[in-house]
Protein backbone atom coordinates (compact mmCIF):
# COMPACT_ATOMS: atom_id res chain seq x y z
CA UNK A 1 0.00 0.00 0.00
CA UNK A 2 0.90 3.55 -0.32
CA UNK A 3 2.25 6.21 2.37
CA UNK A 4 0.46 9.65 2.38
CA UNK A 5 2.82 12.39 3.40
CA UNK A 6 1.78 15.09 4.66
CA UNK A 7 3.99 17.83 3.52
CA UNK A 8 2.77 20.38 6.02
CA UNK A 9 5.10 18.22 8.88
CA UNK A 10 6.59 15.66 6.62
CA UNK A 11 4.86 12.88 8.76
CA UNK A 12 3.89 9.77 7.36
CA UNK A 13 0.16 9.55 7.69
CA UNK A 14 -1.77 6.27 8.18
CA UNK A 15 -2.72 4.98 4.88
CA UNK A 16 -6.50 4.91 5.64
CA UNK A 17 -9.15 5.74 3.43
CA UNK A 18 -10.54 8.10 5.02
CA UNK A 19 -8.06 10.40 5.78
CA UNK A 20 -7.00 9.71 2.17
CA UNK A 21 -10.39 10.80 0.89
CA UNK A 22 -10.08 13.88 3.41
CA UNK A 23 -6.77 15.03 1.89
CA UNK A 24 -8.25 14.91 -1.72
CA UNK A 25 -11.64 16.49 -0.60
CA UNK A 26 -9.54 19.71 1.01
CA UNK A 27 -7.80 20.06 -1.96
CA UNK A 28 -10.21 20.19 -4.47
CA UNK A 29 -12.52 22.29 -2.48
CA UNK A 30 -8.96 25.14 -2.15
CA UNK A 31 -9.40 24.79 -5.87
CA UNK A 32 -12.83 25.44 -6.16
CA UNK A 33 -12.63 28.89 -3.85
CA UNK A 34 -9.05 30.00 -6.47
CA UNK A 35 -10.69 31.53 -8.84
CA UNK A 36 -11.61 35.16 -9.93
CA UNK A 37 -14.89 35.41 -11.29
CA UNK A 38 -18.02 33.52 -11.02
CA UNK A 39 -20.79 33.08 -12.74
CA UNK A 40 -24.11 35.56 -12.66
CA UNK A 41 -26.53 34.18 -9.85
CA UNK A 42 -23.52 33.33 -7.83
CA UNK A 43 -23.13 34.74 -4.16
CA UNK A 44 -19.76 36.30 -3.27
CA UNK A 45 -17.64 34.10 -1.01
CA UNK A 46 -14.70 34.54 1.15
CA UNK A 47 -12.70 34.29 -1.10
CA UNK A 48 -9.63 31.51 -1.54
CA UNK A 49 -8.58 29.55 1.51
CA UNK A 50 -5.93 26.87 1.58
CA UNK A 51 -6.55 23.15 1.65
CA UNK A 52 -5.45 22.92 5.48
CA UNK A 53 -8.27 24.95 6.23
CA UNK A 54 -10.91 22.20 5.51
CA UNK A 55 -10.35 20.33 8.81
CA UNK A 56 -12.35 17.49 8.83
CA UNK A 57 -11.72 17.00 13.11
CA UNK A 58 -13.23 20.24 13.92
CA UNK A 59 -16.05 20.39 11.26
CA UNK A 60 -14.58 23.37 9.62
CA UNK A 61 -14.76 21.60 6.08
CA UNK A 62 -18.82 22.43 6.03
CA UNK A 63 -18.46 25.85 6.32
CA UNK A 64 -15.57 25.57 3.33
CA UNK A 65 -17.70 23.38 1.29
CA UNK A 66 -20.91 25.65 1.61
CA UNK A 67 -18.51 28.87 0.51
CA UNK A 68 -18.32 27.11 -2.57
CA UNK A 69 -21.34 24.72 -2.79
CA UNK A 70 -22.59 27.09 -6.05
CA UNK A 71 -20.41 25.53 -7.96
CA UNK A 72 -21.59 22.04 -7.25
CA UNK A 73 -24.84 22.73 -8.94
CA UNK A 74 -26.76 21.60 -5.75
CA UNK A 75 -30.78 22.01 -5.87
CA UNK A 76 -30.68 22.45 -1.93
CA UNK A 77 -29.23 25.09 0.26
CA UNK A 78 -27.18 23.35 3.18
CA UNK A 79 -27.46 24.15 6.05
CA UNK A 80 -25.42 26.52 8.62
CA UNK A 81 -25.72 23.76 11.39
CA UNK A 82 -23.41 20.50 12.06
CA UNK A 83 -26.10 18.17 13.07
CA UNK A 84 -28.40 18.72 9.47
CA UNK A 85 -25.45 19.10 7.63
CA UNK A 86 -24.05 15.90 6.36
CA UNK A 87 -28.05 14.20 5.84
CA UNK A 88 -28.85 17.26 3.35
CA UNK A 89 -25.23 16.89 1.93
CA UNK A 90 -26.38 13.59 1.36
CA UNK A 91 -29.79 14.54 0.12
CA UNK A 92 -28.90 16.90 -2.18
CA UNK A 93 -25.78 15.23 -3.96
CA UNK A 94 -28.43 12.49 -4.64
CA UNK A 95 -26.10 9.44 -3.60
CA UNK A 96 -27.45 6.02 -4.96
CA UNK A 97 -27.42 4.24 -0.90
CA UNK A 98 -27.65 7.42 1.44
CA UNK A 99 -28.08 4.19 3.85
CA UNK A 100 -24.21 3.53 3.21
CA UNK A 101 -23.14 7.14 3.00
CA UNK A 102 -23.98 8.51 6.24
CA UNK A 103 -22.54 7.12 9.87
CA UNK A 104 -25.08 7.75 12.52
CA UNK A 105 -23.22 5.94 15.68
CA UNK A 106 -21.90 9.18 17.03
CA UNK A 107 -22.86 12.27 18.37
CA UNK A 108 -23.37 13.94 14.68
CA UNK A 109 -23.77 11.78 11.47
CA UNK A 110 -20.42 11.52 9.58
CA UNK A 111 -19.95 10.04 6.36
CA UNK A 112 -18.92 7.54 5.73
CA UNK A 113 -15.89 6.30 2.57
CA UNK A 114 -19.19 5.36 0.61
CA UNK A 115 -20.24 9.14 1.11
CA UNK A 116 -16.92 10.49 1.47
CA UNK A 117 -16.00 8.97 -2.13
CA UNK A 118 -19.03 9.73 -3.86
CA UNK A 119 -18.72 13.92 -2.71
CA UNK A 120 -15.30 13.75 -3.81
CA UNK A 121 -16.45 12.96 -7.45
CA UNK A 122 -18.79 15.41 -7.10
CA UNK A 123 -16.23 17.69 -6.22
CA UNK A 124 -13.97 16.90 -8.89
CA UNK A 125 -16.51 16.99 -11.64
CA UNK A 126 -17.34 20.54 -10.10
CA UNK A 127 -13.87 21.32 -10.57
CA UNK A 128 -13.36 20.05 -13.98
CA UNK A 129 -16.29 22.41 -15.02
CA UNK A 130 -15.35 25.02 -12.84
CA UNK A 131 -12.75 25.43 -15.87
CA UNK A 132 -15.57 25.58 -18.91
CA UNK A 133 -16.63 28.61 -17.09
CA UNK A 134 -13.30 30.03 -16.70
CA UNK A 135 -12.12 29.34 -20.43
CA UNK A 136 -14.94 30.62 -22.21
CA UNK A 137 -15.27 34.18 -19.87
CA UNK A 138 -11.13 34.49 -20.92
CA UNK A 139 -11.95 34.03 -24.35
CA UNK A 140 -11.43 37.12 -26.56
CA UNK A 141 -14.86 38.00 -26.32
CA UNK A 142 -15.74 36.09 -23.67
CA UNK A 143 -18.65 37.53 -21.14
CA UNK A 144 -20.05 36.72 -17.62
CA UNK A 145 -24.01 35.49 -19.50
CA UNK A 146 -21.60 33.28 -22.13
CA UNK A 147 -19.46 31.66 -19.96
CA UNK A 148 -22.25 31.17 -17.34
CA UNK A 149 -24.27 29.80 -20.65
CA UNK A 150 -21.73 27.12 -21.24
CA UNK A 151 -20.91 26.27 -17.51
CA UNK A 152 -24.71 25.49 -17.31
CA UNK A 153 -24.45 23.72 -20.34
CA UNK A 154 -21.71 21.35 -19.60
CA UNK A 155 -23.21 20.50 -16.47
CA UNK A 156 -26.54 19.57 -18.39
CA UNK A 157 -24.25 17.42 -20.59
CA UNK A 158 -23.03 15.59 -17.89
CA UNK A 159 -24.03 11.91 -17.84
CA UNK A 160 -26.51 11.27 -14.42
CA UNK A 161 -24.57 9.09 -12.10
CA UNK A 162 -26.61 5.66 -12.18
CA UNK A 163 -25.99 2.12 -11.82
CA UNK A 164 -24.34 0.46 -15.12
CA UNK A 165 -23.33 -2.84 -16.77
CA UNK A 166 -20.41 -4.27 -14.77
CA UNK A 167 -16.96 -3.34 -17.04
CA UNK A 168 -15.64 -6.86 -18.59
CA UNK A 169 -12.37 -6.64 -19.72
CA UNK A 170 -11.77 -4.85 -23.01
CA UNK A 171 -9.74 -6.09 -25.63
CA UNK A 172 -7.69 -3.08 -27.64
CA UNK A 173 -4.77 -1.95 -29.53
CA UNK A 174 -2.39 1.41 -29.79
CA UNK A 175 -0.34 2.07 -32.97
CA UNK A 176 -0.05 4.68 -35.31
CA UNK A 177 -1.78 5.63 -38.75
CA UNK A 178 -1.43 7.08 -41.96
CA UNK A 179 -4.16 10.18 -42.95
CA UNK A 180 -4.32 8.06 -45.64
CA UNK A 181 -5.32 5.13 -43.25
CA UNK A 182 -8.10 7.24 -42.30
CA UNK A 183 -9.50 8.64 -45.14
CA UNK A 184 -9.65 5.70 -46.69
CA UNK A 185 -11.94 3.25 -44.03
CA UNK A 186 -15.65 3.98 -43.54
CA UNK A 187 -15.93 5.75 -40.30
CA UNK A 188 -18.84 6.57 -37.87
CA UNK A 189 -18.34 10.30 -37.32
CA UNK A 190 -22.14 10.16 -35.35
CA UNK A 191 -22.16 7.93 -32.99
CA UNK A 192 -25.07 8.63 -30.48
CA UNK A 193 -22.55 9.76 -27.19
CA UNK A 194 -20.69 11.99 -29.76
CA UNK A 195 -21.41 16.02 -29.86
CA UNK A 196 -22.00 17.86 -33.12
CA UNK A 197 -19.40 19.27 -35.08
CA UNK A 198 -18.75 22.05 -32.67
CA UNK A 199 -15.23 23.45 -34.41
CA UNK A 200 -15.28 26.66 -35.96
CA UNK A 201 -12.95 27.92 -38.60
CA UNK A 202 -9.93 28.69 -37.48
CA UNK A 203 -9.98 25.59 -35.31
CA UNK A 204 -9.77 23.28 -38.25
CA UNK A 205 -7.64 25.33 -40.13
CA UNK A 206 -5.36 25.67 -37.00
CA UNK A 207 -5.03 21.86 -36.94
CA UNK A 208 -4.52 21.21 -40.59
CA UNK A 209 -1.43 23.85 -40.01
CA UNK A 210 -0.32 21.53 -37.41
CA UNK A 211 -0.34 18.75 -39.39
CA UNK A 212 1.97 21.25 -42.67
CA UNK A 213 4.14 21.80 -39.55
CA UNK A 214 4.78 18.10 -38.89
CA UNK A 215 3.28 18.82 -35.45
CA UNK A 216 2.39 15.24 -33.51
CA UNK A 217 -1.81 15.23 -32.92
CA UNK A 218 -3.06 13.67 -29.79
CA UNK A 219 -4.44 9.83 -29.85
CA UNK A 220 -7.73 9.29 -31.76
CA UNK A 221 -9.89 6.54 -30.51
CA UNK A 222 -12.17 3.61 -32.63
CA UNK A 223 -14.50 1.19 -31.32
CA UNK A 224 -14.03 -1.54 -33.92
CA UNK A 225 -17.58 -3.39 -35.34
CA UNK A 226 -17.96 -6.81 -35.07
CA UNK A 227 -19.01 -6.66 -38.47
CA UNK A 228 -16.13 -6.00 -40.95
CA UNK A 229 -18.58 -4.07 -42.86
CA UNK A 230 -19.73 -1.67 -40.76
CA UNK A 231 -17.50 1.56 -40.20
CA UNK A 232 -15.42 2.11 -37.30
CA UNK A 233 -16.86 4.17 -34.81
CA UNK A 234 -15.01 7.40 -33.78
CA UNK A 235 -14.84 7.33 -29.98
CA UNK A 236 -12.68 10.53 -29.53
CA UNK A 237 -11.00 12.60 -32.56
CA UNK A 238 -14.09 13.57 -34.07
CA UNK A 239 -13.38 17.24 -34.96
CA UNK A 240 -9.86 16.75 -35.85
CA UNK A 241 -10.97 13.65 -38.29
CA UNK A 242 -13.33 15.49 -39.38
CA UNK A 243 -11.35 18.81 -40.37
CA UNK A 244 -9.09 16.15 -42.21
CA UNK A 245 -11.85 14.59 -44.19
CA UNK A 246 -13.24 17.69 -44.94
CA UNK A 247 -10.03 19.77 -46.24
CA UNK A 248 -8.84 16.78 -48.32
CA UNK A 249 -12.61 16.53 -49.86
CA UNK A 250 -13.63 13.06 -48.63
CA UNK A 251 -16.12 13.84 -46.14
CA UNK A 252 -18.70 11.02 -46.35
CA UNK A 253 -21.76 13.33 -47.00
CA UNK A 254 -19.54 16.38 -48.90
CA UNK A 255 -18.44 13.19 -51.42
CA UNK A 256 -22.43 12.14 -50.94
CA UNK A 257 -23.99 15.30 -52.19
CA UNK A 258 -21.54 15.95 -55.03
CA UNK A 259 -22.23 12.74 -56.54
CA UNK A 260 -25.83 13.14 -56.29
CA UNK A 261 -25.41 16.31 -58.00
CA UNK A 262 -23.45 15.45 -60.57
CA UNK A 263 -25.86 12.42 -61.69
CA UNK A 264 -28.74 14.83 -61.40
CA UNK A 265 -27.57 17.12 -64.00
CA UNK A 266 -25.48 14.57 -66.41
CA UNK A 267 -21.88 15.49 -65.52
CA UNK A 268 -20.96 12.17 -66.09
CA UNK A 269 -18.41 12.27 -63.21
CA UNK A 270 -17.37 16.03 -64.32
CA UNK A 271 -18.19 17.53 -61.09
CA UNK A 272 -16.44 14.70 -58.85
CA UNK A 273 -13.74 14.94 -60.75
CA UNK A 274 -13.55 18.21 -60.46
CA UNK A 275 -14.38 18.48 -56.76
CA UNK A 276 -11.59 15.94 -55.74
CA UNK A 277 -8.79 16.99 -58.36
CA UNK A 278 -9.54 21.00 -58.76
CA UNK A 279 -11.57 22.54 -56.14
CA UNK A 280 -11.41 26.07 -57.34
CA UNK A 281 -13.02 24.62 -60.61
CA UNK A 282 -15.81 22.66 -58.99
CA UNK A 283 -17.05 25.93 -57.17
CA UNK A 284 -17.67 27.88 -60.36
CA UNK A 285 -19.00 24.35 -61.79
CA UNK A 286 -21.26 24.01 -58.88
CA UNK A 287 -22.43 28.30 -58.94
CA UNK A 288 -23.36 27.40 -62.48
CA UNK A 289 -25.23 24.02 -62.15
CA UNK A 290 -26.75 24.83 -58.69
CA UNK A 291 -27.23 28.45 -59.15
CA UNK A 292 -25.66 28.75 -55.18
CA UNK A 293 -22.44 30.17 -54.81
CA UNK A 294 -20.47 28.25 -52.60
CA UNK A 295 -19.49 30.73 -49.77
CA UNK A 296 -17.52 29.29 -46.31
CA UNK A 297 -21.45 29.26 -45.19
CA UNK A 298 -22.22 26.72 -47.67
CA UNK A 299 -19.26 25.06 -47.26
CA UNK A 300 -19.98 24.21 -43.48
CA UNK A 301 -23.43 23.31 -44.41
CA UNK A 302 -22.04 20.56 -46.70
CA UNK A 303 -18.99 19.04 -45.77
CA UNK A 304 -17.12 21.12 -47.93
CA UNK A 305 -13.16 21.35 -47.96
CA UNK A 306 -11.80 24.62 -46.28
CA UNK A 307 -9.27 27.23 -47.37
CA UNK A 308 -6.43 27.37 -45.25
CA UNK A 309 -6.20 30.82 -43.00
CA UNK A 310 -4.47 33.64 -45.11
CA UNK A 311 -2.28 35.45 -42.61
CA UNK A 312 1.36 34.70 -40.91
CA UNK A 313 -0.30 32.71 -37.83
CA UNK A 314 -0.04 29.63 -38.59
CA UNK A 315 2.07 29.42 -41.86
CA UNK A 316 4.79 31.65 -41.95
CA UNK A 317 8.52 31.10 -43.58
CA UNK A 318 8.28 28.18 -46.09
CA UNK A 319 4.80 27.43 -45.38
CA UNK A 320 3.52 30.86 -46.30
CA UNK A 321 2.97 30.27 -49.79
CA UNK A 322 -0.17 27.85 -48.71
CA UNK A 323 -1.83 30.74 -46.82
CA UNK A 324 -5.14 30.92 -48.26
CA UNK A 325 -5.45 27.86 -50.68
CA UNK A 326 -7.21 24.67 -50.85
CA UNK A 327 -5.85 21.62 -50.44
CA UNK A 328 -6.08 21.11 -54.51
CA UNK A 329 -4.38 24.01 -55.17
CA UNK A 330 -1.37 22.87 -52.98
CA UNK A 331 -0.82 18.95 -53.40
CA UNK A 332 2.44 19.59 -55.54
CA UNK A 333 4.09 21.21 -53.40
CA UNK A 334 7.24 19.78 -50.94
CA UNK A 335 7.29 20.76 -47.47
CA UNK A 336 9.19 18.66 -43.95
CA UNK A 337 6.77 17.23 -42.01
CA UNK A 338 8.36 14.46 -39.39
CA UNK A 339 11.76 15.00 -40.43
CA UNK A 340 11.07 14.21 -44.32
CA UNK A 341 10.95 15.87 -47.51
CA UNK A 342 7.80 15.11 -48.89
CA UNK A 343 4.89 16.24 -51.41
CA UNK A 344 1.56 17.55 -49.45
CA UNK A 345 -0.65 14.84 -51.61
CA UNK A 346 1.69 11.81 -50.50
CA UNK A 347 1.63 13.35 -46.54
CA UNK A 348 -2.71 13.21 -46.84
CA UNK A 349 -3.03 10.08 -49.50
CA UNK A 350 0.65 8.22 -49.26
CA UNK A 351 2.46 7.00 -47.08
CA UNK A 352 4.76 9.31 -45.26
CA UNK A 353 6.60 9.34 -42.18
CA UNK A 354 4.06 11.12 -40.56
CA UNK A 355 1.57 9.62 -38.13
CA UNK A 356 -1.06 9.73 -35.97
CA UNK A 357 -1.47 7.79 -32.45
CA UNK A 358 -4.60 5.48 -33.11
CA UNK A 359 -6.40 3.35 -29.73
CA UNK A 360 -8.68 0.77 -31.53
CA UNK A 361 -11.48 -0.74 -29.15
CA UNK A 362 -12.65 -4.66 -29.90
CA UNK A 363 -15.27 -6.63 -28.63
CA UNK A 364 -16.65 -3.74 -26.10
CA UNK A 365 -20.70 -3.64 -25.99
CA UNK A 366 -22.39 -0.33 -26.48
CA UNK A 367 -22.50 0.18 -23.28
CA UNK A 368 -18.51 -0.90 -22.50
CA UNK A 369 -18.03 2.17 -25.06
CA UNK A 370 -20.07 4.52 -23.23
CA UNK A 371 -18.15 4.20 -20.09
CA UNK A 372 -15.23 4.32 -22.64
CA UNK A 373 -16.31 7.69 -24.25
CA UNK A 374 -16.77 9.28 -20.91
CA UNK A 375 -13.94 8.59 -18.98
CA UNK A 376 -11.64 10.15 -22.20
CA UNK A 377 -13.80 12.97 -21.79
CA UNK A 378 -13.16 13.52 -17.93
CA UNK A 379 -9.84 12.98 -17.66
CA UNK A 380 -7.76 15.66 -16.76
CA UNK A 381 -8.15 19.28 -17.58
CA UNK A 382 -6.61 21.32 -20.24
CA UNK A 383 -3.02 23.37 -19.68
CA UNK A 384 -4.22 27.00 -19.18
CA UNK A 385 -1.90 29.50 -20.74
CA UNK A 386 -0.01 30.19 -17.52
CA UNK A 387 1.20 26.46 -17.35
CA UNK A 388 2.15 26.39 -20.92
CA UNK A 389 4.25 30.01 -20.52
CA UNK A 390 6.43 28.47 -17.30
CA UNK A 391 7.13 25.10 -19.34
CA UNK A 392 8.29 27.46 -22.74
CA UNK A 393 10.06 30.00 -21.32
CA UNK A 394 11.42 28.05 -18.28
CA UNK A 395 15.46 28.80 -19.05
CA UNK A 396 14.79 32.68 -18.37
CA UNK A 397 15.67 34.06 -15.36
CA UNK A 398 12.92 36.26 -15.60
CA UNK A 399 9.96 33.56 -15.65
CA UNK A 400 11.20 31.75 -12.79
CA UNK A 401 11.71 34.90 -10.80
CA UNK A 402 7.86 35.73 -11.50
CA UNK A 403 6.79 32.14 -10.36
CA UNK A 404 9.16 32.26 -6.94
CA UNK A 405 8.17 35.57 -6.30
CA UNK A 406 4.48 35.09 -6.79
CA UNK A 407 4.81 32.09 -4.34
CA UNK A 408 3.81 29.47 -6.78
CA UNK A 409 7.13 27.53 -7.00
CA UNK A 410 7.91 24.14 -5.45
CA UNK A 411 7.98 24.37 -1.36
CA UNK A 412 9.82 21.92 -1.24
CA UNK A 413 13.32 23.96 -3.16
CA UNK A 414 14.58 26.95 -1.92
CA UNK A 415 13.36 29.26 -4.04
CA UNK A 416 16.86 30.85 -4.33
CA UNK A 417 18.22 28.09 -6.44
CA UNK A 418 15.12 27.93 -8.72
CA UNK A 419 15.85 32.19 -9.40
CA UNK A 420 19.12 32.74 -8.28
CA UNK A 421 18.42 36.63 -8.93
CA UNK A 422 16.36 37.13 -6.24
CA UNK A 423 18.47 35.83 -3.93
CA UNK A 424 20.12 39.06 -2.70
CA UNK A 425 17.18 40.88 -2.05
CA UNK A 426 15.26 37.65 -1.06
CA UNK A 427 14.21 39.15 2.47
CA UNK A 428 12.76 42.29 0.87
CA UNK A 429 10.26 40.27 -1.60
CA UNK A 430 9.25 37.24 0.05
CA UNK A 431 6.24 38.74 1.17
CA UNK A 432 4.69 39.28 -1.93
CA UNK A 433 3.44 35.68 -2.43
CA UNK A 434 2.03 36.12 0.58
CA UNK A 435 0.30 39.56 -0.21
CA UNK A 436 -1.06 38.09 -3.36
CA UNK A 437 -2.45 34.99 -0.84
CA UNK A 438 -4.20 37.74 1.29
CA UNK A 439 -5.96 39.26 -1.70
CA UNK A 440 -7.54 36.08 -1.84
CA UNK A 441 -5.60 34.15 -5.12
CA UNK A 442 -4.11 30.84 -4.42
CA UNK A 443 -1.52 28.72 -5.90
CA UNK A 444 -4.17 26.88 -7.99
CA UNK A 445 -2.70 26.45 -11.72
CA UNK A 446 -0.42 29.87 -10.91
CA UNK A 447 -2.70 31.95 -10.69
CA UNK A 448 -0.36 34.23 -8.56
CA UNK A 449 2.01 34.36 -11.13
CA UNK A 450 0.23 35.08 -13.61
CA UNK A 451 -1.78 38.46 -12.24
CA UNK A 452 2.45 39.36 -11.54
CA UNK A 453 3.39 38.06 -15.22
CA UNK A 454 0.27 40.63 -16.32
CA UNK A 455 1.13 43.68 -14.14
CA UNK A 456 5.41 43.04 -15.55
CA UNK A 457 4.03 42.98 -19.24
CA UNK A 458 1.87 46.01 -18.55
CA UNK A 459 4.38 47.79 -17.33
CA UNK A 460 7.18 46.90 -19.28
CA UNK A 461 5.64 45.79 -22.97
CA UNK A 462 5.57 48.51 -25.60
CA UNK A 463 2.57 48.33 -28.05
CA UNK A 464 3.33 51.04 -29.57
CA UNK A 465 2.11 50.54 -33.09
CA UNK A 466 0.92 46.91 -32.92
CA UNK A 467 -2.46 45.87 -32.67
CA UNK A 468 -3.94 45.94 -29.00
CA UNK A 469 -2.25 41.92 -27.78
CA UNK A 470 -4.64 39.99 -25.30
CA UNK A 471 -3.08 39.42 -21.59
CA UNK A 472 -1.66 36.12 -22.41
CA UNK A 473 -0.25 37.19 -25.63
CA UNK A 474 1.25 40.41 -24.01
CA UNK A 475 3.18 38.10 -21.78
CA UNK A 476 4.55 36.13 -23.95
CA UNK A 477 5.81 38.72 -26.10
CA UNK A 478 8.12 40.02 -23.14
CA UNK A 479 9.39 36.90 -23.03
CA UNK A 480 10.03 36.01 -26.05
CA UNK A 481 11.75 39.50 -26.31
CA UNK A 482 14.64 38.47 -23.33
CA UNK A 483 15.03 34.48 -25.00
CA UNK A 484 15.34 35.95 -28.64
CA UNK A 485 18.15 38.69 -27.50
CA UNK A 486 20.92 37.29 -25.45
CA UNK A 487 21.77 41.23 -24.51
CA UNK A 488 18.57 42.17 -23.52
CA UNK A 489 18.86 43.62 -19.85
CA UNK A 490 15.70 41.53 -18.78
CA UNK A 491 18.49 38.77 -19.31
CA UNK A 492 20.56 40.54 -16.56
CA UNK A 493 20.38 39.09 -13.13
CA UNK A 494 20.65 42.77 -11.23
CA UNK A 495 18.03 43.87 -13.92
CA UNK A 496 15.67 40.91 -12.56
CA UNK A 497 16.44 42.19 -8.98
CA UNK A 498 15.17 45.76 -9.37
CA UNK A 499 12.37 44.41 -11.19
CA UNK A 500 11.10 42.41 -8.69
CA UNK A 501 12.53 44.73 -5.35
CA UNK A 502 10.40 47.61 -7.45
CA UNK A 503 7.76 45.36 -8.06
CA UNK A 504 7.42 44.39 -4.31
CA UNK A 505 7.75 47.69 -2.25
CA UNK A 506 4.86 48.61 -5.21
CA UNK A 507 2.73 46.22 -3.69
CA UNK A 508 3.34 46.58 -0.60
CA UNK A 509 2.59 50.11 -0.50
CA UNK A 510 -0.62 48.86 -2.14
CA UNK A 511 -1.61 46.24 0.70
CA UNK A 512 -0.60 48.91 3.76
CA UNK A 513 -3.19 51.07 2.40
CA UNK A 514 -5.88 48.52 1.16
CA UNK A 515 -9.03 49.63 3.76
CA UNK A 516 -7.85 53.47 3.41
CA UNK A 517 -7.02 53.78 -0.52
CA UNK A 518 -9.71 50.91 -2.70
CA UNK A 519 -13.14 51.23 -1.79
CA UNK A 520 -14.98 47.81 -1.54
CA UNK A 521 -17.39 48.63 -4.61
CA UNK A 522 -13.94 49.02 -6.58
CA UNK A 523 -12.36 45.47 -5.16
CA UNK A 524 -15.25 43.15 -6.40
CA UNK A 525 -17.72 45.59 -7.84
CA UNK A 526 -20.50 43.64 -5.24
CA UNK A 527 -19.19 45.91 -2.30
CA UNK A 528 -17.16 43.11 -0.77
CA UNK A 529 -13.53 42.42 0.06
CA UNK A 530 -12.28 39.95 -2.42
CA UNK A 531 -10.34 41.30 -5.03
CA UNK A 532 -10.46 40.53 -8.57
CA UNK A 533 -7.71 40.32 -11.40
CA UNK A 534 -8.38 43.33 -13.33
CA UNK A 535 -8.86 45.64 -10.37
CA UNK A 536 -5.75 44.44 -9.15
CA UNK A 537 -3.79 44.80 -11.96
CA UNK A 538 -4.86 48.05 -12.60
CA UNK A 539 -3.91 49.62 -9.39
CA UNK A 540 -0.96 47.91 -8.94
CA UNK A 541 0.30 48.74 -12.37
CA UNK A 542 -0.55 52.78 -11.49
CA UNK A 543 1.02 52.82 -7.81
CA UNK A 544 4.09 50.89 -9.50
CA UNK A 545 4.11 53.90 -11.85
CA UNK A 546 3.97 56.90 -9.48
CA UNK A 547 6.74 54.99 -7.39
CA UNK A 548 8.86 54.66 -10.79
CA UNK A 549 8.36 58.80 -11.03
CA UNK A 550 8.91 59.57 -7.09
CA UNK A 551 10.38 56.51 -5.31
CA UNK A 552 11.48 58.15 -2.22
CA UNK A 553 8.24 60.36 -2.01
CA UNK A 554 5.79 57.67 -3.04
CA UNK A 555 4.89 57.00 0.42
CA UNK A 556 4.02 60.76 1.04
CA UNK A 557 2.52 60.84 -2.03
CA UNK A 558 -0.27 57.76 -0.97
CA UNK A 559 -0.83 59.21 2.43
CA UNK A 560 -2.26 62.33 0.78
CA UNK A 561 -3.89 61.25 -1.56
CA UNK A 562 -5.86 58.48 0.27
CA UNK A 563 -9.01 59.93 1.04
CA UNK A 564 -9.35 60.93 -2.77
CA UNK A 565 -8.61 57.80 -4.17
CA UNK A 566 -10.81 56.20 -2.03
CA UNK A 567 -13.38 58.36 -2.80
CA UNK A 568 -12.45 58.23 -6.61
CA UNK A 569 -12.79 54.28 -6.60
CA UNK A 570 -15.97 54.50 -4.82
CA UNK A 571 -17.43 55.73 -7.83
CA UNK A 572 -17.45 51.99 -9.02
CA UNK A 573 -20.88 51.68 -8.16
CA UNK A 574 -21.78 54.22 -10.91
CA UNK A 575 -21.34 51.53 -13.34
CA UNK A 576 -18.92 51.67 -16.33
CA UNK A 577 -20.70 55.03 -18.49
CA UNK A 578 -20.14 56.88 -15.64
CA UNK A 579 -16.46 55.72 -13.96
CA UNK A 580 -13.21 54.49 -15.13
CA UNK A 581 -13.21 52.64 -11.66
CA UNK A 582 -16.08 50.10 -12.77
CA UNK A 583 -15.01 47.29 -13.88
CA UNK A 584 -16.39 46.36 -17.79
CA UNK A 585 -19.23 43.78 -18.17
CA UNK A 586 -16.95 42.09 -21.27
CA UNK A 587 -13.30 41.14 -21.07
CA UNK A 588 -12.39 41.57 -24.80
CA UNK A 589 -8.99 42.59 -25.41
CA UNK A 590 -9.85 46.57 -25.89
CA UNK A 591 -11.99 47.30 -22.56
CA UNK A 592 -9.75 45.07 -20.48
CA UNK A 593 -6.75 47.63 -21.84
CA UNK A 594 -8.71 50.19 -21.67
CA UNK A 595 -9.91 49.34 -17.92
CA UNK A 596 -6.41 49.20 -16.89
CA UNK A 597 -5.47 52.02 -18.40
CA UNK A 598 -7.86 54.05 -16.88
CA UNK A 599 -7.31 52.94 -13.59
CA UNK A 600 -3.35 53.49 -13.62
CA UNK A 601 -4.10 56.77 -15.22
CA UNK A 602 -6.67 57.93 -12.12
CA UNK A 603 -3.96 56.72 -9.70
CA UNK A 604 -0.94 58.33 -10.80
CA UNK A 605 -2.96 61.72 -11.88
CA UNK A 606 -4.30 61.70 -8.13
CA UNK A 607 -0.81 61.03 -6.75
CA UNK A 608 0.40 63.87 -8.67
CA UNK A 609 3.32 62.47 -10.47
CA UNK A 610 4.92 63.23 -14.26
CA UNK A 611 3.74 60.40 -16.15
CA UNK A 612 7.25 61.70 -18.53
CA UNK A 613 9.52 60.94 -15.58
CA UNK A 614 8.20 57.63 -14.70
CA UNK A 615 8.25 56.16 -17.82
CA UNK A 616 11.97 57.16 -18.87
CA UNK A 617 13.09 56.15 -15.66
CA UNK A 618 10.78 52.36 -16.36
CA UNK A 619 12.78 52.76 -19.43
CA UNK A 620 16.45 53.83 -18.46
CA UNK A 621 16.43 50.99 -16.42
CA UNK A 622 14.97 47.67 -17.76
CA UNK A 623 15.25 48.53 -21.64
CA UNK A 624 11.98 49.44 -22.49
CA UNK A 625 8.21 51.28 -20.97
CA UNK A 626 5.09 50.01 -21.53
CA UNK A 627 3.32 53.14 -19.76
CA UNK A 628 2.83 55.30 -23.16
CA UNK A 629 1.30 52.94 -24.97
CA UNK A 630 -0.94 51.68 -22.22
CA UNK A 631 -1.99 55.10 -21.94
CA UNK A 632 -2.70 55.47 -25.63
CA UNK A 633 -6.09 53.59 -25.64
CA UNK A 634 -7.12 56.33 -23.50
CA UNK A 635 -9.94 58.81 -24.97
CA UNK A 636 -7.87 62.10 -25.99
CA UNK A 637 -9.50 63.73 -22.99
CA UNK A 638 -8.18 61.24 -20.73
CA UNK A 639 -4.83 61.50 -21.43
Do not use: C
Not at 94 to 109: A, N, Q, V
Not at 332 to 351: K, M, P, Q, S, Y
Amino acid sequence: MTDVVDETDGNLLDDDPVTVLQAEIAERLSALSDVADTPIGFARSGGWFDASEVDFATGSWMSRLAEVQEWLRLDIELPTRADEFVERLVAALELLDPSKSIDTSGPHPQLTVSGLSQLYERIDQAARLQQVFVEKYEEEAGTRAAATKAWNDAWDDEPESAASEPLKPVSATASTWRISDFTGKKLNLTPSYQRGDVWGATSRQMLIESILRGIPLPSVILLRPEDPSQPHEVVDGKQRLTAILRFVGKHPLAIDRVEKADKYHGQEGALVKAFSEDYPTFKRLWKSLEHQQVTSKVEDEYFFPFRLRNNDEGLNGPLEPLQGKYYTQITDRVINAADEDVLIEELFAGTPEYRIPVIVYKRASQGQIHEVFNLYNKQGMHLNAEEIRNAIFHELELTRATLVAAGDSDTRTDPREIAPALAPIWSEIQHLGLTLRDYGFGSSRYRRTKVLAWVIATLLGDTSGKDLPSTSRHIDDLLKRAKDQDADPLNKPATVADLFSWVSKTAKIHASYDDELWAPKFKDGAAGQKWQELQLVGSLVGVAIAQAGDPDGIENRVEAAADAIFSASATAELGEDHSVWARPGKTQTRTQWAFIAGVAKAIVDLLEVDVAVASNSIRRRFGSSGVESLFAVLPHDSK
